[in-house]
């Protein structure tokens, strides 16, 4: 019944049919690390809070040049050489508390919460979202990750906000201990089972313009610059190997490189579910890698690397589009629109090569009435994204049928 009395005529405008779903932002990489702040302007100099970087310019602004022990300066260097990215960088370096970088300890990466109730260290991530709008979707914490307890961190703050972190094997590691760090036995910080995970070796040879020398620095961050600049040139669902690495001039050990020698050291390290790089006559230096530290422990698709990613962007543009569909009264209605909504989503996705297939629906089986009159709905949601073409075959026959040719 209406609430007032009218004679006459009205008009009661009503919502229906589908939303427009956006797509989460995923070229965007989470740096925590080292900056020398003293060198820089006071208005500039933060520690322990997110800053957001977009160009090389912002980066010597607010972080300083690259500097022997800052890991900061030389990261966003090597991730703006790939051309593209979005970089939400945290310093802990903190000259009030620590004389020297080398006083930064993994507890000051790691982070936590201060007494004034405000997160630090790599805990920063977790005010992204309300910070800007979106979190990073590549986490890196160069050096600071070959110790285990930080790419335990990562592993979790990864999980908690949909994103993957890559981590290196320390300088040195030969590639039998790369592998090796695999298993029990294994004396790095490789011994993982997690789609949240890349693992990459071994380090990049840089020149340094300063010194005039060369000098290594970790794969991990070249690695985040490739996937973002992948992310905006082909899109999240590709996978970021066989991608030239741009601003190295070699790496720490050459390795062999065949691409149909399963005996070759990069094969061997692919099949461990350890991401490195491919450099063979004529080809530069390339990414060379599909899996995550899941790999080869589960079989599930999410191992390869784009196809987990694209499941989290899917999963976290979805729910957050459903804010606007929250609360309304449960209806035929309401749950047509929701469906539609996804649905229209997905096709566009199709359209773009980031889904085979994919649909949303409203199973009634799994929606009770005692469900719904608790105000809770259950929709089905699967989607295929394209596996990345790993391994090509030819089967070859010689045919001697095939001289008849010469006779006809």
């Known amino acids: 019944m209406p ?16 939303r427009p779903i956006r797509t989460v932002k995923t070229a965007v990489i989470g740096l925590v690390g080292t900056a020398p702040v003293n060198t820089v302007g006071a208005d500039y100099k933060t520690i322990n809070k997110p800053v957001l970087i977009t160009s090389d310019k912002d980066a010597a602004l607010y972080f300083g040049q690259p500097t022997n022990g800052f890991t ?13 990215g979005i970089v939400i960088v945290v310093n802990v370096f903190d000259p009030a508390v620590h004389e020297d970088v080398s006083d930064v300890q993994l507890s000051d990466i790691i982070g936590g919460v201060d007494a004034q109730g405000k997160r630090t260290g790599m805990q920063c991530f977790k005010d992204a979202y309300s910070l800007f709008g979106f979190y990073p979707k590549t986490l890196i914490v160069p050096k600071y990750c ?4 930080v790419a335990t961190e990562m592993n979790a703050i990864a999980a908690n906000i949909r994103a993957v972190g890559i981590i290196d094997a320390p300088v040195g590691t030969s590639v039998q201990g ?13 011994n993982f089972s997690s789609d949240r995970l890349v693992l990459c070796y071994p380090h990049l040879k840089v020149y340094d313009t ?7 620095e970790p794969y991990s961050q070249r690695l985040a610059g490739v996937i973002a600049a992948k992310d905006i040139e082909k899109g999240y669902h590709w996978s970021p190997s066989n ?3 741009k601003g190295i001039i070699g790496v720490e050990r050459n390795l062999t490189s065949m691409i149909n020698d399963p005996a070759s050291e990069v094969n061997l390290l692919n099949e461990a579910g350890i991401l490195t790089v491919f450099n063979s006559f004529g080809s530069g230096f390339r990414t060379w890698g599909n899996r995550n530290a899941s790999y080869p422990s589960s079989t599930d ?3 390869f690397i784009n196809i987990r990613r694209t499941a989290d962007i899917i999963h976290e543009s979805v729910e957050y589009s459903m804010l606007q569909f929250i609360d309304y009264p449960i209806d035929n209605g309401l749950i047509d629109s929701i469906c539609e909504s996804v649905n229209a989503f997905i096709r566009t996705l199709i359209g773009r090569g980031a889904l085979i297939d994919g649909k949303c629906k409203f199973n009634p089986a799994k929606n009770p ?7 809770h709905l259950t929709f089905d949601i699967e989607f295929m994204p394209p596996t990345p073409a790993e391994r090509i075959t030819f089967e070859s026959f010689i045919n001697i049928e095939l001289l008849r040719s010469l006779i006809q």
């Open 210 to 216: 300063a010194t005039d020398t060369e000098r290594l």
């Open 369 to 375: 009435p005692t469900e719904i009159a608790n105000g």
């Open 146 to 149: 070959e110790d285990m307890a």
């Open 243 to 245: 991608t030239e690495i």
């Open 72 to 84: 900061i300066p030389s990261a966003l260097n090597a991730i703006f050489d790939q051309g593209a």
């Open 178 to 190: 790369a592998i090796t760090g695999r298993g029990a036995s294994g004396t790095i910080n490789f």
């Open 3 to 18: 609430a007032n009395f009218l004679h006459g005529v009205e008009t009661i405008e009503i919502k229906k049919g589908a």
């Open 301 to 303: 698709p999410t191992n």
